[in-house]
Each structure stands twice: as C-alpha cells, then as structure tokens.
Nanobody, 123 residues
Framework: QVQLVESGGGLVQAGGSLRLDCAAS????????IGWFRQTHGKEREFVAA????????RYADFVQGRFTISRDNAKNTAYLQMKSLKPEDTTVYYC????????????????WGQGTLVTVSS
C-alpha cells in the first residue's frame, strides 16, 4: 500500500510558475499510474493530469492547454506537476493519487490519495 505526500504549493502571482511534488512511500512506486487532481471547496475533484508507470504516456485535462507538465522519477519515488502561466482560476487544493490498475481521468480510478497542497494565484 502506497502513501502519498504532496508539497510545493504556495502563493504565486498570475503568470508565474510552481512545481508540485508527490512523494511516495510504502509501495512499489514504479508500478503505479499517478494522477493529479484539484478540488475547489464545494465542487467535485477535477482531473488535471496523469502519467503511466514508466512515464512514457501522459494525459491532460483540456483546461491545462499546454501550461502544465506531469513527470516522474521512479528512482526517487516522486511524481511532479510543473505549472506555468498560472491564472487566478488555478487557485485551489491539488492532490496526487495512485492507481495500480487504471490510467484514469476520474477520481474513481484511483485507490490512494495524498492530503493535498494549496496553490494560490494572485491577480
């Protein structure tokens, strides 16, 4: 069973960049699909990006529009979400998630979740 811990959130001005890290422990990280989601209070958790176990395939939500890049370093048991050209509407809590079975773009495809990291983009 894998445990996930996100970090890297914070306050950034519109147009700026942040990199979120998702550190994994307690499992075979290289076997998991990793996804990033975000959730604004009162709304359903929204898919952002996902990456296959060997990093060779990625998927992105339409709203990303080339601004975000998902990657992973299996030797470091860590996945990343590099975010550029951030907008105020990107302000919310970001979560990473892991799945052993599905290359999913919905919450139900993931078994394990981190606690989230807050990103705030000021205008």
């Amino acid at each position: 069973q894998v445990q996930l811990v996100e970090s890297g959130g914070g306050l950034v001005q519109a147009g700026g960049s942040l990199r979120l890290d998702c550190a994994a422990s307690g499992g075979s990280f290289s076997r998991y699909f990793i996804g990033w989601f975000r959730q604004t209070h009162g709304k359903e958790r929204e898919f952002v990006a996902a990456i296959s176990p060997n990093g060779g395939n990625t998927r992105y939500a339409d709203f990303v529009q080339g601004r975000f890049t998902i990657s992973r370093d299996n030797a470091k048991n860590t996945a990343y979400l590099q975010m550029k050209s951030l907008k105020p509407e990107d302000t919310t809590v970001y979560y990473c998630a892991a799945s052993q079975r599905y290359f999913a773009t919905t919450m139900t495809g993931y078994e394990y979740w981190g606690q989230g990291t807050l990103v705030t983009v000021s205008s």
